[in-house]
């Protein structure tokens, strides 16, 4: 899983060939950690063809208000700059994992 930093959030984010997961999450947010497994499972299941990005919003607090962060947790899913999923609070597997396999198309 890459950190993320405004120092990199362009290159690996918005620049990306390839699809993008991003988690972002703070490490007082209990819901944030239950999702950590999931995130890790689906990293693990498209080592090339996905990239598992982190984002801790009280270490970078400016970008994810830059990126329009509402709540914890907030995953994203994004390919060639577009969102194509995106949970806030409560993230559904079935859900996340079928939108993950069809960008990976």
Do not use: F, H
Request: negative net charge; contains cysteine; proline residues 7%.
């Amino acid at each position: 899983m890459i950190e993320l930093s405004n120092q990199n959030y362009q290159e690996v984010v918005e620049n990306s060939p390839r699809a993008v997961l991003l988690d972002v999450w703070a490490p007082w947010c209990a819901p944030c950690k239950a999702i950590e497994p999931m995130l890790s499972e689906l990293s693990a299941q498209y080592p090339k063809t996905l990239t598992v990005a982190s984002l801790n919003v009280d270490a970078e607090p400016a970008l994810a208000q830059a990126i329009g962060v509402g709540g914890l947790p907030t995953v994203r899913l994004i390919k060639n700059g577009a969102v194509l999923y995106q949970a806030i609070g409560s993230v559904d597997r079935l859900r996340l994992t079928a939108a993950v396999a069809a960008a990976l198309v």
